[in-house]
């Protein structure tokens, strides 16, 4: 029988998601252009406590920002809208990978600064079924850590949110994930990055032509190691600095398929979609993933099989 240090919470998931980027809805103008993108913002965290960064998905690039929160906002309007974004673990000596926590960041269509008007933090993972989200894997309302980070997008703060999560997953798997905020009364915007090739025609997660700049999805400069935001290639083909464990030890995020959205737009999404059939192109949410092979992590009472 496989460890099992934890044990997972299932639930039947609410309904969330929207963007900035020029779109017009009842409860929602039109944001205005985008702020500079990674200059702007501090270096993302390396780790939460003694948890390594495992899975990085990237950072924000002021392409845009999803519309993803549950809560009654000013004036009474109740509102539930998902986002999620596919990531895939790699091998863990067959003990699965305990996470630990999690990170995001947005801005407040207020401008709030942090913690911003809300109780908590809705976790999800879902299994994946054939490119979507499909069945709930975890699911948990948590307490949460914030701060402002000094970045600006869209002319608001931009606020990063860090919670403490355990879960174990399986190892080699594709899942997705949503980091919600909960109990709100704002608009909140869960920050993207753009999938694209940087307009160099390259390909966007290489660093073959790229170095010391950005190669659309990814960076090969020697400040993507502080960002943890480097291409998988960016010392075979730049030299210099190695991100640390490499990007993550699951992987470096910014592949595999775009985020996806449901819940209360106009018109109404009731099933997932791809947030390109709504917004006109294709993003990645921007978050992190904390934790360690499971094995490096269970009990000793419960290390045996």
């Not at 174990?168 to 608009?187: H, K, M, R, S, V």
Request: glycine share 16%; proline share 6%.
């Amino acid at each position: 029988m496989k460890r099992n240090c934890t044990n997972l919470m299932t639930a039947t998931a609410a309904v969330s998601a929207l963007a900035f980027s020029g779109m017009l809805y009842a409860d929602q103008a039109a944001m205005t252009a985008p702020g500079a993108g990674r200059d702007n913002a501090t270096p993302a965290p390396q780790q939460i406590g003694s948890a390594p960064l495992i899975w990085d998905n990237g950072d924000p690039d002021g392409s845009n920002g999803i519309s993803h929160f549950e809560g009654v906002l000013t004036g009474g309007d109740a509102l539930e809208r998902d986002a999620a974004d596919d990531f895939q673990t790699g091998s863990a000596g067959g003990s699965g990978w305990q996470v630990t926590g999690v990170q995001m960041s947005g801005v407040w269509f207020d401008g709030a600064s942090a913690p911003g008007p809300l109780s908590a933090l809705r976790v999800r993972i879902w299994n994946d079924a054939g490119g979507q989200p499909g069945s709930v894997f975890f699911d948990a309302t948590v307490g949460f850590n914030a701060v402002n980070t000094g970045g600006m997008f869209f002319d608001r703060p931009e606020v990063s949110y860090t919670a403490d999560v355990s879960v174990i997953l399986d190892e080699n798997t594709t899942y997705w994930i949503g980091i919600q905020p909960a109990g709100t009364t704002d608009n909140f915007f869960h920050l993207t990055s753009a999938i694209d090739d940087g307009g160099n025609g390259s390909d966007p997660n290489s660093c073959v032509g790229n170095c010391g700049g950005n190669a659309g999805n990814c960076w090969c400069d020697e400040g993507c190691c502080d960002f943890a935001d480097c291409c998988a290639d960016k010392v075979a083909e730049c030299g210099g600095c190695a991100p640390p464990l490499g990007g993550g030890a699951l992987g470096g995020g910014l592949q595999g398929e775009e985020l996806q959205i449901r819940g209360d737009f106009t018109p109404a999404l009731p099933d997932w979609a791809p947030g390109s059939q709504v917004f006109g192109e294709a993003y990645d949410l921007t978050f992190k993933i904390f934790g360690v092979p499971a094995a490096d992590d269970c009990p000793a009472d419960l290390n045996n099989d």
